[in-house]
């Protein structure tokens, strides 16, 4: 089946840890997102890439950063710079159109030890 | 003003009801649209797209206003499993490729 796959499901940080969210897609899309969702709160944009070795910054990209290597993958890191991340965090998938959807990984939850 | 705006609710409704949300936009350049569905603790996802002639999936209509920069969600024969936050999300092209969510709006459906 095709889709997008996020893991781990929930990620426990220690203070001044980095830790990377992993999120693969075999829907052969060329865009792909992260989003932030804090509780009872909308999706903020961290980070999108249009093509592989190519990424742009989000509303909210201070404190993390990503790579795409591969076209299927597109890891988060979430830096110790980041001094709140205790969230939500939603990886997306799309075809590069502006009449496409996106379609959504089931999320990580990252929360502070 | 956000580019995106949605009444958050909640809105309470008894099973068997009609429901209609709305969401307004502020770039008249948005070439997309949709509505998503995202239950608690859960991703969204996608419950359809909406077209400038309106489309119908079952219970749910989708309509879209360009003059007045809004598009609506009718949710007939409400069921219980309705309930949720529904997301109106937009495309568009402004200095670049870009995808607006709107914040929600909450559903409750009651016995």
Redesign the interface.
């Known amino acids: 089946d095709g889709g997008i796959t996020q893991s781990p499901k929930y990620l426990f940080r220690k203070e001044g840890q980095n830790v990377t969210l992993s999120c693969e897609q075999n829907l052969n899309h060329d865009a792909m997102y992260w989003y932030r969702q804090d509780p009872g709160q909308g999706l903020r944009l961290i980070y999108y890439s249009q093509i592989v070795n190519d990424f742009q910054k989000g509303d909210i990209a201070e404190g993390y950063s990503v790579s795409r290597e591969k076209k299927e993958s597109f890891p988060l890191t979430v830096t110790s710079a980041q001094k709140n991340p205790t969230a939500f965090y939603l990886c997306a998938s799309s075809m590069f159109s502006s009449n496409q959807p996106q379609h959504f990984g089931d999320g990580t939850r990252l929360s502070i030890l | 003003r956000k580019e995106v705006e949605q009444d958050p609710g909640p809105f309470n409704v008894p099973e068997g009801a009609t429901v209609a949300f709305n969401c307004t936009y502020s770039n008249s350049a948005s070439?997309?649209f949709?509505w998503y569905r995202q239950d608690c603790?859960?991703?969204?996802?996608?419950l359809m797209?909406v077209y400038s002639s309106g489309n119908e999936d079952g219970r749910f209509t989708a309509q879209l206003n360009r003059a007045s920069q809004y598009i609506s969600l009718l949710i007939r024969d409400s069921k219980l499993s309705d309930s949720a936050t529904y997301?109106c999300?937009v495309?568009?092209?402004t200095g670049?490729?870009k995808?607006i969510?709107?914040?929600?709006t909450r559903l409750f459906v009651k016995a």
């Open positions: 070439q997309s949709f603790r859960k991703e969204p996802k996608l797209s997301l999300v495309n568009g092209r670049g490729f995808t969510f709107g914040a929600g």
